[in-house]
């Protein structure tokens, strides 16, 4: 078993359409949670981060951290075309020797119609 | 601002064959990653460096070794390479700090073909 699983998707909505993506997680010593957003043929580049349990939201955008059923989202209001990419949730326990050693899920190819 | 630039971008190889892949960073970060990425596995992480002149073995290390003789520098390299190693593979840095943010900064990629 994966210590973290993501729905590969593919995912295609209306532009407008509030987009839900999501992650589950088998191991509880987890603290940190990102998002990570890859255009095509492009690396990843880190969207959102979050402490432990709760909400963060930055503009069109709110992840959510749910520790007790170890379980992640990343919610996109008012979705454009130009949030057309492959979304990667990340998570790790912390700093190792300064490292940031983080562990991803399989990734959301997530499309915007116009 | 390049940030992260890896060569080359594109490689094919013969079953046993070597290469190396170079990664190149100008933000002074202290720390460099090797990932690599497949169709429904995700990133996964080769190996690492915490400073200049250190390696450690990362979660899929198997048939690669690496280098960092210079900060900026981090090198892969395939000694005998074999079709399970085709993949895109990505470098990525990240700077010392005091508060975790999870921003690593990664590099373009490289796709690699073994046949």
């Known amino acids: 078993q994966k210590e973290v699983e993501q729905d590969p998707g593919p995912l295609s909505v209306p532009e407008g359409a509030i987009v839900s993506l999501n992650c589950t997680y088998s191991?509880?010593?987890?603290?940190?949670f990102m998002w990570y957003r890859q255009y095509s043929r492009k690396g990843p580049e880190l969207l959102m981060y979050t402490y432990s349990s709760g909400n963060k939201e930055d503009g069109r955008f709110t992840a959510q951290v749910d520790k007790s059923s170890k379980y992640i989202s990343l919610f996109i209001r008012d979705s454009q075309p130009s949030d057309s990419a492959t979304y990667l949730c990340a998570m790790s326990h912390g700093l190792i020797q300064g490292a940031q050693k983080l562990v991803f899920g399989q990734g959301t190819r997530l499309t915007i119609n116009p | 601002n390049a940030g992260v630039t890896q060569t080359p971008k594109f490689r094919v190889l013969k079953t046993g064959q070597s290469m190396t892949l170079l990664c190149a960073q100008d933000m002074n970060h202290e720390y460099m990653y090797w990932y690599r990425q497949d169709p429904g596995m995700g990133l996964r992480l080769i190996h690492y460096?915490?400073?200049?002149?250190?390696?450690a073995k990362g979660e899929v290390p198997d048939g690669y070794n690496v280098s960092r003789l210079k900060k900026q520098n981090f090198l892969l390299g395939l000694e005998s390479a074999a079709p399970s190693q085709t993949s895109v593979y990505f470098c990525?840095?990240?700077?010392?700090?005091?508060?975790?943010?999870?921003?690593?900064?990664f590099g373009e990629g490289s796709r690699l073909t073994v046949l």
């Open positions: 191991n509880s010593a987890f603290q940190y």
């Open positions: 460096s915490v400073g200049e002149g250190t390696t």
């Open positions: 990525a840095s990240s700077a010392s700090m005091a508060t975790y943010t999870g921003e690593l900064f």
